[in-house]
Structure formats: structure tokens, C-alpha cells
T-cell receptor
Framework: QVQLQEAGPGLVKPSQTLSLTCSVS??????????WTWIRQFPGKGLEYLGR???????YYSPSLKSRLTISVNTSENQFFLTLTSVTAADSAVYYC??????????WSPGTLVTVS | EIVLTQSPGTLSLSPGERATLSCRAS???????LAWYQQRPGQAPRLLIN???NRATGIPDRFSGGGSGTDFTLTISRLEPEDFAVYYC?????????FGQGTKLEI
């Protein structure tokens, strides 16, 4: 059974860059059957899809974040990454990584709280 | 962008009762790309239903999904204590993913 675990700083200063790592275990990202995705949840509980990557490196980003967001992958380490530049308080949220078979999300990481302050 | 509106915001029921949760889309959801998730306090969302009506692996058969076009429902036939949580619907329209604002199911 696949498991995902995100890692990164819990506190980021405004205007700086947020970087998160998602480690995947229990299956190879290179199997080719899935996209690998980042989602965040705001303090008011709303969920926002950020973007995804395929193991070969193809990406899709939410239009609202496209100018600030980069998702990358390291298949040899079975990890993928989120980089969000020029963060503000509005980027404070719980960040999840997830597996996406076909436009839905069937495995989620526990989530990590990121505060911009 | 397709906006998903869930109702009611909060649903108060008792164990053993039947729960019906609604998710209404601002435009027709294509290709049945409609999913439901359960989120318990302090946990990540858990997939319940994909493709409008397909139960995810390990999900009890008391959970069922239905609907088409712009109106979708999640039904829990007989509530168990562990079912009291927040439920979200989610859609994909070919370019954007959106979530509903959630329905809290409380005792």
C-alpha cells in the first residue's frame, strides 16, 4: 500500500520561497499509472488543488499559481517537490501531497502546516 | 471554473440514521469526474467515491454516490459513530480541479 509523507519547514517568512518534499513508499513513482499532486487546505478548511507531475516530468499547474509554483520529481529517490516563491500570509495552509490515478486523489500524506509570518 | 456548492453546511443526525449530502455544480460535470472525500479531525481527506458512484478500495457499502449533470449526492445508509466527519465533493472539468466547501456531519 502506497504511503506519502511530506517534509519541510513549518514557518516561512513573507516574500521568501516555500519548499516541500514528498516521499513515496510502497510503490514506484515510475510505474506510470499515476500523477503526483500537491493540494493545500486553508485554515477555514477550503481545499485548493495546486498542481501535479508525471514521473517523466510533465507538469500541470493551477492557473492561479502558475507564475509562482514549480513541481519537480526525482524518481531515483521516489520523491517529488513543491517550490512556491514570493509567499504571503495567504499561502499559510496545511499542504498535502497525494496520488492521482485519474482526476481524483486516492492516497494522501498526513499534511504539514505551513505558516507564513 | 466550475463552483461546487454543498448542502447542508451542517447535518445533525444520530447513529443508525440515513444521511444524504448534496453537491451542486455551477455547470455540468463532464465525464463523471466527481469524487467524494471524508475528513476526520486532524486527518487528511480520504477518498470514498470516484467517478460519481464507484466506491474506493476498502470503503463500506453503506456509502453510495449518485447523480449526474449538475446534481450529485452522497448517501450513508446507516450511520456509524466513525462516520461523523466533514465530507467534500471534488470535480475536474478538463482544465481545473475544484472542491466544494464541505458538509459537516455531526451527532
Amino acid at each position: 500500500q502506497v504511503q506519502l509523507q511530506e517534509a519541510g519547514p513549518g514557518l516561512v517568512k513573507p516574500s521568501q520561497t516555500l519548499s516541500l518534499t514528498c516521499s513515496v513508499s510502497g510503490g514506484s513513482m515510475s510505474s506510470g499509472s499515476y500523477y503526483w499532486t500537491w493540494i493545500r487546505q486553508f485554515p477555514g478548511k477550503g481545499l485548493e488543488y495546486l498542481g501535479r507531475i508525471y514521473y517523466r516530468g510533465m507538469t500541470y499547474y493551477s492557473p492561479s499559481l502558475k507564475s509562482r509554483l514549480t513541481i519537480s520529481v526525482n524518481t531515483s529517490e521516489n520523491q517529488f517537490f513543491l517550490t512556491l516563491t514570493s509567499v504571503t500570509a495567504a499561502d499559510s495552509a496545511v499542504y498535502y501531497c497525494a496520488r492521482e490515478p485519474q482526476f481524483y486523489f486516492d492516497s494522501w500524506s498526513p499534511g504539514t502546516l505551513v505558516t507564513v509570518s | 471554473e466550475i463552483v461546487l456548492t454543498q448542502s447542508p453546511g451542517t447535518l445533525s443526525l444520530s447513529p443508525g440514521e440515513r444521511a444524504t449530502l448534496s453537491c451542486r455544480a455551477s455547470q455540468s460535470v463532464k465525464n463523471n469526474y466527481l469524487a467524494w472525500y471524508q475528513q476526520r479531525p486532524g486527518q487528511a481527506p480520504r477518498l470514498l467515491i470516484n467517478g460519481v458512484s464507484n466506491r474506493a478500495t476498502g470503503i463500506p457499502d453503506r456509502f453510495s454516490g449518485g447523480g449526474s449533470g449538475t446534481d450529485f449526492t452522497l448517501t450513508i445508509s446507516r450511520l456509524e459513530p466513525e462516520d461523523f466527519a466533514v465530507y467534500y465533493c471534488q470535480q475536474y472539468d478538463g482544465s481545473l480541479y475544484t472542491f466544494g466547501q464541505g458538509t459537516k456531519l455531526e451527532i
